[in-house]
């Protein structure tokens, strides 16, 4: 005969876990809480408020370190501290962009989302910045539209002078119908569909070159992102605010999974790609010591080499055709930069990030032809990749972002459109 205490009782019978309705618990804030290796800098908890304050420049174009230093910190709190109430500050921020305040959003729905499973009280409360045109945006695309916060949505007539899109985050096949389009050719449509509409709303829109060209870097982007993220973790953002001029279009992809990096680090040795795309690169680079920890890394230089036309970890020959897609979206970027009239201080800018490495576009180098008829850019005077880059446009960051982030911030000008005549043509 077994005897147990009382209390030891009292735990054979607790129920077990239902395996087949789970609490939902957050990968991408588990993932993001791991980037991060203490709360050292956080203040102090009283009564489980964590106050979350936004640095000036709440962007990761500009800003990509403090941005992440700050969503981090508030994924690792609420894996590790009890948190009934987030306090956002946001009063003293300046400037911001779609992709910094899609990844705070991203995570804090997922928060909200374990919270409810777990039938646990979180409320978020904060301070806006002073701007009107910032306030409004996290009105409508920040953390407000992300947790639900209804009272504090924009009005109809507010509501109705903004252009929004957002999709993604969907597997191929789900909720496919017989003779519809695959999903991933539905978000290339409605992408492009939406920013043909954000140009006709200042009668101007996409040409046919503009629309074909669009589609297709966009298609490769998610091609690329669903062939080597391997987490079903993505999206392509949209904002345009048309209530005052200039009218600033917002584009954000972001993926988590597999960096640029990682992608090309797993691949073996003798592999085409490395053997013949990267590694000479790379040991003249270790040759010349041009690295330099925390400031030039063997990470940023294949991060960079990854961007440029015809290099792609699929490639298996010199005649292989794969690696355009990103090179395609600097390009169409570089046309839209190209067509800026200057009319306006605030340039269109574009980042891509992808785990500790920032490379920032904004016109002032662009790709060239090399001899074996490829665009590259290397950021420097030269436009050499055996050089080290300008380390204001590439550079090595403070925090692994596990994934790939593309922000790009751009005017409606002529680029890639035309005006609309009086017979729509």
């Keep these: 005969m077994e005897i147990r205490s009382k209390s030891e009782a009292k735990k054979k019978k ?7 309705n789970p609490i939902f618990k957050s990968s991408i804030v588990t993932l993001l809480s791991t980037q991060i290796k203490s709360l050292d800098s956080i203040t102090k ?15 990761l174009i500009e800003n990509p370190s403090s941005v992440f230093q700050q969503i981090y910190l508030l994924a690792l709190s609420i894996r590790k501290q009890a948190i009934k109430i987030i306090d956002f500050d946001h009063q003293n921020v300046k400037k911001n962009d779609l992709a910094a305040e899609s990844v705070l959003g991203w995570i804090l729905s997922d928060i909200k989302k374990e919270y409810l499973r777990k039938k646990k009280n979180l409320r978020i409360r904060g301070t806006y910045p002073e701007s009107k045109d910032l306030k ?5 695309v920040g953390i407000i539209k992300y947790f639900e916060i209804k009272h504090e949505y924009l009005s109809l007539d507010e509501e109705a002078l903004i252009q929004k899109f957002e999709m993604g985050n969907l597997s191929y096949h789900e909720n496919e119908q017989l003779g519809s389009l695959p999903y991933r050719d539905r978000v290339v449509k ?30 490769e982007v998610i091609d690329n992102i669903i062939q080597h ?13 048309n209530t005052k001029e200039p009218y600033r279009c917002d584009i954000a992809i972001i993926n988590f999974g597999k960096t640029f990096y990682e992608t090309f680090k797993n691949l073996d040795e003798n592999n085409y790609a490395f053997k013949e795309q990267i590694a000479d690169v790379l040991s003249a680079h270790k040759a010349k010591k041009l690295f330099k920890k925390n400031k030039w890394t063997e990470e940023n230089l294949i991060t960079l080499l990854a961007i440029q036309q015809g290099i792609s970890s699929k490639n298996i020959e010199k005649e292989s055709t794969r690696g355009v897609g990103t090179y395609r979206l600097i390009k ?14 605030d340039n269109a800018k574009m980042a891509i990030i992808s785990g500790k490495t920032h490379i920032l576009f904004d016109g002032t180098y662009e790709l060239k032809q090399n001899k074996d008829g490829f665009f590259n850019i290397a950021f420097n005077n030269t436009n050499d990749l055996y050089k080290k880059p300008n380390s204001e446009f590439v550079k090595n960051i403070d925090f692994n972002f596990p994934g790939t982030i593309i922000s790009i911030q751009f005017k409606i000008t002529e680029t890639y459109t035309q005006e609309i005549t009086e017979d729509g043509l």
Excluded: A
């Excluded at 409004?136 to 409508?140: A, E, K, T």
């Excluded at 509409?197 to 629309?211: A, M, Q, V």
């Excluded at 987490?231 to 605010?241: F, P």
């Design 14 to 20: 607790s129920p077990k876990k239902n395996k087949k």
């Design 229 to 241: 993220s391997k987490m079903n973790n993505w999206k392509i953002v949209g904002y345009l605010d």
């Design 190 to 219: 409605g992408f492009v569909d939406y920013i043909n509409n954000c140009l006709e709303s200042h009668s101007r829109r996409l040409t046919i070159s503009g629309r074909q060209s669009l589609g297709e870097y966009t298609g």
């Design 332 to 345: 169409f970027f570089e046309d839209m930069h190209n067509e800026y009239n200057g009319d306006y201080s």
């Design 136 to 140: 409004r945006y996290i009105r409508s």
């Design 45 to 59: 908890i009283k009564k489980k408020i964590y106050k979350f304050k936004s640095p000036s420049l709440f962007s």
